[in-house]
């Protein structure tokens, strides 16, 4: 993907030799035009990031993710379809505020993140990665969960309540849910990842939430005990032999 003009390459090694010059510039020397951007962490292949982009072309979209043989599949897809506001990023989530500036960025998509189970401060719903997010995303920016876990749906609940942040919409089965159509966008009821028409097929519920963040509300963590997951993604089972965790 080093051919690829849609693609930046910075894992975590990477940065601390050659820094991200375009923090800051996305729109003016990528994009160049003054929409919206919207980030989707954990993008895996990236054809939700692509998909969205196709459905609205008055916004830039860009996919975040560590593992590039992954990535290339949407990367590639795009340069294909001639889109021209979708661009990629390969780096940890764990330095993501190093590539944005304050207020660069509107909204954020979590698509099917690891619930992390054993460990909050890696979920990327947590308050943890909250607080980073609060430093490029604008004040009271929107950030939507898609997940198959109920642990994290569940956890992510919790962590809202509890910060007192700001909740448009939580269902527990996006697709059945007849309030759906009302409350989210129609790409969020069509677009569909690969692993998500997996997750359907075998018969999950796909849980969706909306809510904002504002920069003012001092963050804490719940703590609050959560039935784990049956199983720790598609075809795998738990590993740990604790029933709960917080």
Request: hydrophobic share 35%; aromatic share 14%; glycine share 6%.
């Amino acid at each position: 993907m080093d051919t690829y003009g849609n693609v930046f390459q910075y894992p975590f090694s990477t940065y601390e030799e050659h820094p991200f010059t375009m923090q800051g510039q996305w729109r003016s020397v990528y994009f160049k035009n003054d929409n919206p951007i919207v980030l989707e962490l954990g993008c895996g292949k990236g054809e939700y990031a692509v998909e969205l982009a196709r459905n609205y072309p008055d916004k830039n979209f860009i996919g975040v993710d560590i593992k590039g043989a992954r990535m290339w599949t949407g990367a590639t897809q795009a340069l294909h379809d001639g889109l021209k506001n979708v661009a990629f990023l390969r780096t940890n989530i764990e330095i993501i505020d190093r590539f944005f500036t304050a207020d660069e960025v509107q909204e954020i998509w979590l698509t099917f993140s690891d619930p992390q189970m054993k460990n909050p401060r890696k979920r990327l719903t947590s308050t943890y990665f909250m607080e980073r997010y609060r430093r490029f995303l604008t004040d009271g920016g929107t950030i939507h969960l898609k997940t198959d876990s109920n642990f994290l749906f569940t956890y992510t609940t919790y962590m809202t309540e509890k910060n007192g942040l700001p909740i448009d919409f939580r269902t527990e089965d996006l697709y059945h849910d007849e309030r759906s159509a009302l409350n989210v966008e129609p790409a969020t009821l069509s677009v569909q990842t690969y692993y998500e028409q997996m997750w359907i097929a075998r018969g999950l519920n796909i849980r969706y939430m909306r809510w904002h963040l504002p920069h003012s509300i001092p963050l804490a963590e719940p703590d609050m005990e959560i039935e784990l997951d049956e199983y720790r993604s598609y075809h795998r089972t738990k590993r740990s032999s604790l029933d709960k965790a917080k």
